[in-house]
């Protein structure tokens, strides 16, 4: 029979237009969450972290905004580059350094 | 540092056998854990380790399955007896805050 797998939404953009990947967390205790990227035959890289006393930090290109009142966090990538086309996924952490909950992930794809 | 280091990358075996899965964490870290990803499921915690202690293995599916720690540098995941259904990709990743992942090993089992 026919295998039903995860349909992972899927984010299309431009190069060199900013991208938004979103992800709904469960537990409101978490306190500390991930953004990873995960390439192809490749196993999930971290891109940044923010804490529960933090709504937005920044590293290099990307931006990750966290909203505790809906648990809620985003991650926006600055100029996306056909290097960021992979799968992006949440993580959240009731305690940091314990085991880490992961989202279904976000399929991005930078069209030149 | 090298990262994470499974091995073997790639593995295919027959219903029945058993199967070792390796990890080598970053020197350093506290925490180890084993995931797996299929398409069905996505990414699922199995179990980890502090200190080289199991903390949680809640996520291990059944019996056949068994992970252990003999000291800091090794890890293994063992299933005995392996089914087709256990075919996925299995990641070890260590951290100690943040989880850094190895490459994985892909478990093919026919």
């Known amino acids: 029979g026919e295998s039903v797998g995860l349909h992972l939404p899927t984010l299309s953009v431009q190069e060199g237009d900013n991208s938004i990947i979103n992800c709904a967390y469960s537990?409101?205790?978490?306190?500390?969450f991930i953004w990873y990227k995960q390439e192809s035959g490749k196993g999930p890289q971290f891109i940044i972290d923010i804490r529960s006393n933090m709504d937005k930090r920044q590293g290099q290109r990307v931006t990750v905004l966290l909203n505790k009142t809906v648990k809620h966090l985003s991650l926006q990538i600055a100029a996306t580059q056909p290097g960021d086309s992979a799968v992006y996924f949440c993580?959240?952490?009731?305690?940091?350094?314990?085991?880490?909950?992961f989202g279904g992930g976000t399929r991005l794809m930078v069209k030149p | 540092d090298a990262g994470v280091i499974q091995s073997p990358r790639h593995e295919v075996t027959e219903m029945g056998q058993e199967v070792t899965l390796r990890c080598k964490p970053i020197?350093?870290?506290?925490?180890l854990f084993w995931y797996r990803q299929t398409m069905m499921r996505g990414l699922e915690l199995l179990i980890y380790?502090?200190?080289?202690?199991?903390?949680?293995d809640s996520g291990m599916p059944e019996d056949r399955f068994s992970a252990k720690m003999p000291n800091a540098s090794f890890s293994t995941l063992k299933i005995q007896p392996s089914e087709p259904r256990d075919s996925a990709v299995y990641f070890c990743?260590?951290?100690?805050?943040?989880?850094?992942f190895g490459q994985g090993t892909r478990l093919t089992v026919v």
């Open positions: 990743a260590t951290g100690d805050g943040e989880a850094f």
């Open positions: 537990n409101s205790a978490s306190d500390y």
């Open positions: 380790f502090n200190n080289n202690v199991p903390i949680d």
């Open positions: 993580a959240e952490n009731p305690h940091a350094g314990n085991m880490l909950t």
């Open positions: 020197s350093g870290h506290d925490y």
